[in-house]
């Protein structure tokens, strides 16, 4: 990504220039996903997911996938080189096929950003009856490269990320819920959390400037 059109990308979206750049390379990083043999099976979740697809202002750091059918076992590796192979500021970082996930990591380095950042590739092997999706467009302000792919929709995210709750309490999950609730005009209802000055740091790294006053909305 050209370091004037990440520049001027970050003052428009009033967010840190490494999470444009971060959001340029997730694109690449889907459009060789979908575009594989293997990326009709892929089904796109999460925080990145409500982001590029639904439109959330929070920015992301990770991509999460689930399979309709398990097809990478032995590919996996195979697939994520081809993918980065063609472009210098990508190396991949870790590489894992567990029982019930595969997980990678590739590490981005633009020589104009003060230190590489890295996305993670997230793909669930778990069972996906009933899990509803949709054909979706992803998008983002950083590039005007678009992918088409298999998306969880926001009835289902909403669902995951209740989920989420119940195992786990991170500020992106209680941002999230919050953005899918006002989508689908569900009420919220805000959530106790211990340290509300940890929240608003966390969440402030990852959402522009104009969207700070709802974080205060989400705990009590």
């Known amino acids: ?9 970050a003052r428009e979206l009033k967010i840190d220039k490494t999470h444009v750049v971060r959001e340029y390379w997730e694109l690449i990083v889907l459009k060789g996903l979908y575009e594989s043999p293997f990326g009709r099976y892929l089904i796109f979740k999460g925080g990145t997911a409500l982001r590029l697809t639904y439109g959330s202002p929070r920015f992301s750091e990770d991509l999460d996938f689930s399979l309709t059918k398990d097809i990478l076992k032995g590919k996996f590796s195979s697939l994520i080189k081809r993918i980065i192979s063609p472009f210098s500021e990508l190396t ?84 999230d819920l919050w953005y899918v609730s006002e989508k689908l005009k569900i009420p919220y209802t805000p959530k106790k959390w211990a340290s509300k000055k940890e929240l608003v740091r966390d969440l402030r790294k990852y959402l522009p400037k104009d969207f700070w006053p709802a974080i205060e909305g989400l705990v009590k």
Request: hydrophobic share 35%; proline share 4%; glycine share 4%.
């Open 1 to 9: 990504m050209e370091q004037s059109i990440a520049d001027q990308k």
């Open 92 to 175: 991949q970082t870790d590489l894992e096929e567990k029982h019930y996930t595969y997980l990678a990591e590739i590490k981005v380095t633009q020589n104009y950003l003060p230190l590489p950042f890295r996305i993670k590739i997230e793909i669930s092997k778990r069972e996906t009856r009933n899990y509803q999706w949709e054909l979706k467009l992803l998008n983002s302000p950083a590039t005007v490269l678009q992918v088409m792919g298999q998306v969880a929709t926001l009835e289902q995210i909403y669902k995951d990320k209740l989920g989420c709750l119940e195992g786990r309490t991170k500020p992106k999950d209680l941002f």
